[in-house]
């Protein structure tokens, strides 16, 4: 390895998958095509994740679950990471893509930082991811799709924003929430049904826990709270004091009390 | 055509290590200290937003004293190395050994093959941890490297700087100490730096940053007033 110095005239700047294209390219290796279409059952597949605003900022879940055709192939899978210190991105879709992309989109954010001396603003960020998603086109026409979800805390702002992406790299800015994944429809529903504008975090959490219990309800795919195991769903919370996740302790006691009210209404 | 004039070898490198020591004279000092938390760079520096002193890793700050813009090409070459690196590999493999090396050996190379030295010295800090040691790496111009156990010192009034420095040295002072130490080094007898006209960063464990692997942080303004009040 020698120190990377570039020319002024082919200067990567601050673009890290620029970077590594112009190095040896061994980090950035995509496989060959092949394949053909359906491919997809054969590699794991990860599933429903959600992002809502709340008073303070967002919240983002996602079920542990991924699973490969009918078999489930990972029971404790992480759907929900930092992007940076003021966002998070949760996947669905080939799992071993999304990760990579998810490593890729981490590294590029902090290298942005670190290489210009300042952060990119939300939008620039949600810009960036959008690009990576476009780059793996060709992938996704192979049935390696990733949709991620993006949101963040806008710290211009001072207010929460959600970034919704589709297979071709389209992004969409969402004003209040948003799903997506295999059991996205009943997520998203089950959100709709509960939501208000300015909750406080204790209701976003609860709404989340809740959307990915009924997905969870009417989808094989995405997977309810384990409770012999004790894996329960990823829950971050992102505002104005950055990234943190949910502990682990709170989610199963809000999984319990959710549980505890389905079944007296039941009873009724 | 005129014959060009035979000029010995070793005034070459003579008149080259002179350009580059009047050079990196003409700018102001820097100074990296090990305290109780990690290590503590401070480096006189009027500008805000021209820094000498920056975040290379989780673990790995980078200083230059001299001519910014051939630092900064270092730093950002270091940064550019550290992320691959850690990208290929693992965040673990990444050290600052390796990128000392790297400095020394670009710095070596510019010095006896190109017409015109670099007018720089680097420091490469690397907060230890899991029994490994704080590491201070301080390459010279020519690709010189050495290893400091407590102190560095880089700039153009290094000898002077380093005996303030380890007259006042102890280990595992806390912050504030060290970094009256290292202002009082760096000012001499004759003046006092203000904290406006310094630039200060620390690599620490423990310090409360949500991304707790990152632990590059610049102390500036109220806090660095605080500290040397």
Known sequence: ?268 | MSMPYYVAPEQVMKDRAEYAQKGIARGRSLVATTYDLGIAIVAENPSRSLHKISEIYDRIAFGGVGKYNEYDQLRVAGVRHADTKGYAYSREDVDARSLANLYAQYLGNVFTHEMKPLEVEILVAELGSDGRPDQLYHIAYEGTITDEERFAVLGGDAETITERVAAAWQADWDLSTALKAARAALSGPDRVLEHGALEVATLSRGNGRVEGRRTFRRIADEELALLLA
């Open chain 1, 1 to 268: 390895m020698a120190l990377p110095l570039f020319p002024p005239e082919s200067d990567p700047g601050p673009d890290f998958v620029g970077l590594l294209r112009q190095s040896d390219g061994r980090a950035l290796s995509a496989p060959a095509p092949g394949g053909g279409p359906g491919a997809g059952p054969t590699s794991p597949h990860a599933t429903t994740v959600v992002a809502l605003r709340f008073a303070d900022g967002v919240i983002m879940a996602g079920d542990r679950r991924a699973t490969m055709g009918n078999i489930i192939a990972h029971r404790a899978m992480e759907k929900v990471f930092p992007a940076d210190r003021y966002s998070a991105v949760a996947i669905a879709g080939s799992a071993g893509m999304a990760v990579e992309m998810v490593r890729l989109f981490q590294v590029q954010l902090e290298h942005y930082e670190k290489v210009e001396g300042t952060t990119l603003s939300l939008e620039g960020k949600a810009n960036q991811l959008a690009q990576m998603v476009r780059q793996n086109l060709g992938m996704a026409m192979q049935g390696f799709v990733v949709v991620p979800l993006f949101a963040g805390f806008d710290t211009a702002r001072g207010i929460g924003r959600i970034f919704s992406y589709d297979a071709t790299g389209g992004h969409y800015e969402d004003t209040d929430f948003q799903a997506t994944g295999s059991g996205g429809r009943d997520a998203r529903s089950t959100i709709k049904l509960g939501y208000r504008e300015s909750m406080s975090r204790d209701e976003a959490v609860d709404l989340a826990i809740q959307s990915l219990y009924e997905a969870a309800d009417e989808d094989s795919a995405t997977g309810g709270p384990d409770l012999v195991r004790g894996i329960y769903p990823l829950i971050a919370v992102v505002d104005a004091e950055g990234y943190r996740l949910v502990p682990e302790e709170e989610v199963a006691e809000r999984f319990g009390a959710l549980a505890a009210r389905i079944r007296s209404e039941r009873a009724q």
